[in-house]
């Protein structure tokens, strides 16, 4: 008899929360047992849902709260708050002249060919706005001390119009913040109890609307996310779990919680960007190289592209009609989702979002009270849903209430229930449609080259459909796709991303500057990861802002550490990507450096999944249901649980399982790999 101790139970935990459902991925090391869950949000009460699936993967997983050593969590609740404009009132201090920065932008509007646009109302409103004597130059001299008097004044004028914050923002501070740093130190002492963010903490970039944009962001959402995530923490705590919280970040890396509560604007696209990483994961297992990523939640779809196996990224992100100005994962999305609210407006159009149903209601199928046509209503209704039950069991499908919402659209647009249902599922996928078109233009890429991954709990229902109108050929669906998001998380690194405005000339000259601010870069990256608790290897990746002398905006090149020992390797690498982008460059052309740039990371455990066995049968469906093709028809339905790697089937068909539903349109060849993903390829009748 073997008297071995048994090793002790170790539960690595990732969740993230969307607009309908919190997601959670949970593995046990030792094992390599993987354990998924749904819940519902809880809007009233965020946060709850938390403790709700933590309780549950105990009852149903024999999950041990405090054997968890790794707990990463995303959040949308910085990204709602400003969606939904329930954030800080903040106040401004500028300089004076500068009031009307934030107002005036980039004077571009949203759409320039409508007649009836208009720009969004600014998170601060002008009589919010204060100037103050003071001046830097863009050489960083001074040329005006800040008025004491003034500074003081403004912070009490603004405590007493009801600001809770105070965002600083001075012209050229992306030089030096120090003078920043004084007007900061004036307003605390004047109004202590409100909150204060400097521009050049936030990020030091140079242009002056997308920095001030970007530190008012922050601060904007700092309230409710700090309160958020100081109750996250508590409730862990108070759970048992010994697992320091991280969070996901827009660039795809991770960071504290207690980092979070301060530097609330890298979490802002911490779910969609975790998203992202999850399938760029995924698709590296299953030896894809080349993906596009379909992320359909509950309010929205998100698009992003893999390229030889990365994940892609930008510093022009836009939250709502907002700038975001630091790195970000690049995604592209559209107010359609699974919750998303068709109607028929006055001129007797049928619409489809982006108004969402949400969680509560949700759509009128869910039976909890919502009385609107939804997209999953329309998918219920062609019977592609109801057949199972959903979201791990806390969802039972009412397909006579999805009926019924369908119909009163049907009945207004003299169609039956049925076709209008199908053109519901028609103008959702052709917006889908168009937002990818656009994205491929601007990457230059041919996605009939690429594999369509969707995920999310709407991903893989509209998935296929979307992939054939697009003329791809392949699709790749996760075995878990509704937690993908929950999934990166686990397998993301610590991630820093640190930048110094230079705006220098490419020559010998500037090299010892640049090597200096690579240097300071450097020592900031590795004390940031030791702040996180990481005291393993660091990778330290360099990249700089470059342009040709007389250009207005730059582009960002991938550098060597090592760059700075000649320019000559710095321009040849600026040449070869800006011929890349734009199939032209300038060899005799005057260079200049904008920004230097460094990411920081610390690569941290990464989870082991086992192979499937391969049992090479054909599948055999639980049973056929009618699904509306045109006409009805009876597809076979599949138990995802019961499909063995290589298992093999073609489409139509329907793949139910507890996260999702997998729907397979016709002239599909389905087979399922070692690791339990199912690869559609989509023949058209032409190719057979």
């Keep these: 008899m073997d008297g071995s101790t048994p090793l002790k139970a170790d539960w690595k935990i990732g969740v993230d929360i969307g607009g309908t459902f919190m997601d959670f991925c949970a593995l046990e090391a030792v094992s390599g047992r993987v354990a998924s869950l749904k819940v519902l949000t809880t809007p009233d009460d965020p946060g709850a849902e938390l403790l709700t699936g933590l309780t549950l993967l105990a009852e149903r997983e024999g999950m041990d709260p405090t054997a968890v050593s790794r707990f990463v969590h995303g959040t949308t609740v910085g990204i709602n708050t400003i969606l939904q404009r329930k954030g800080a009132k903040l106040a401004l201090v500028t300089n004076a002249g500068f009031e009307d920065v934030i107002e005036l932008a980039r004077l571009r509007m949203p759409d320039m060919y409508s007649l009836f646009c208009n720009r969004a109302e600014p998170l601060i409103a002008r009589d919010m706005v204060f100037g103050v004597n003071a001046r830097m130059r863009a050489n960083g001299s001074v040329s005006a001390d800040a008025d004491k008097e003034a500074v003081a004044a403004a912070a009490k004028a603004a405590k007493a119009a009801g600001a809770e914050g105070v965002i600083v923002a001075l012209l050229h501070s992306w030089r030096d913040g120090t003078q920043e740093t004084e007007v900061k130190a004036l307003i605390e002492a004047a109004a202590p109890d409100l909150f204060v963010f400097t521009s050049s903490e936030v990020w030091p970039v140079i242009r002056e609307y997308e920095r001030s944009s970007t530190a008012i962001l922050n601060g904007y959402v700092h309230p409710r996310v700090s309160g958020y995530l100081s109750a996250l923490e508590d409730r862990l705590a108070g759970q048992g779990v010994p697992a320091r919280a991280m969070l996901t970040k827009s660039n795809g890396g991770l960071m504290s919680a207690g980092e979070g509560r301060r530097d609330c604007v890298s979490m802002l696209l911490s779910g969609t960007a975790s998203g992202v990483i999850g399938a760029a994961w995924l698709a590296r297992q299953a030896g894809e190289a080349r993906v596009l990523t379909l992320d359909i939640g509950g309010t929205s779809a998100d698009f992003a592209l893999i390229v030889d196996g990365e994940v892609q990224y930008g510093s022009d992100e836009l939250i709502g009609p907002f700038p975001l100005h630091i790195p970000s994962v690049s995604v592209s999305s559209i107010g359609i989702g699974g919750g998303s609210i068709a109607t028929v407006d006055d001129r007797g159009v049928l619409r489809v979002g982006p108004e969402s149903a949400g969680s509560a209601p949700g759509p009128a199928c869910y039976g909890r009270g919502g009385e609107a046509a939804t997209v999953t209503d329309a998918l219920a209704v062609c019977g592609w849903l109801g057949h199972s039950e959903m979201a791990y069991g806390q969802l039972n499908m009412d397909v006579d209430l999805a009926r019924k919402a369908i119909g009163r659209l049907a009945e207004q647009l003299g169609r039956s229930n049925e076709e209008t249902a199908q053109a519901i599922l028609d103008i959702a996928i052709s917006e889908m449609f168009v937002e990818v078109e656009k994205l491929s233009s601007r990457a230059g890429v041919d996605l009939r080259d690429f594999a369509l991954m969707p995920f999310g709990g709407g991903g893989p229902m509209l998935g296929a459909f979307l992939a054939r109108e697009l003329g791809m050929k392949r699709v790749i669906a996760p075995r878990r796709p509704g937690v993908v998001s929950a999934l990166g998380g686990l397998v993301a690194d610590l991630r820093g991303d640190f930048i110094r405005t230079v705006f220098a000339p490419l020559d010998d000259a500037a090299m010892p500057v640049l090597r200096a601010e690579f240097d300071a870069l450097s020592a900031e990256g590795h004390a940031w990861l030791q702040a996180q608790g990481h005291d393993g290897a660091a990778e330290l990746r360099l990249s700089a802002d470059m342009r040709y002398a007389g250009q207005s905006y730059e582009i960002e090149v991938a550098l060597e550490t090592d760059c700075f020992d000649a320019p000559d390797r710095m321009a040849q690498a600026f040449h070869d990507t800006h011929r890349r982008i734009y199939d032209f460059d ?91 993903n199912i690869h559609l390829n989509l023949v058209e009748p032409t190719d057979v």
């Design 586 to 676: 300038d060899p005799d052309g005057q260079i200049e450096v904008v920004n230097l740039r460094l990411s920081a990371l610390g690569a941290g455990p990464k989870p082991e999944f086992p192979d499937a066995e391969t049992g090479g049968a054909a599948a055999t469906p639980q049973r056929h249901v009618p699904v509306w093709l045109e006409d009805w028809q009876n597809v076979p339905l599949y138990d995802r649980n019961q499909l063995a790697a290589g298992a093999v089937f073609d489409g139509p068909a329907i793949v139910a399982q507890e996260d999702t539903t997998f729907a397979i349109p016709s002239g599909a060849q389905a087979r399922t790999d070692q690791h339990l």
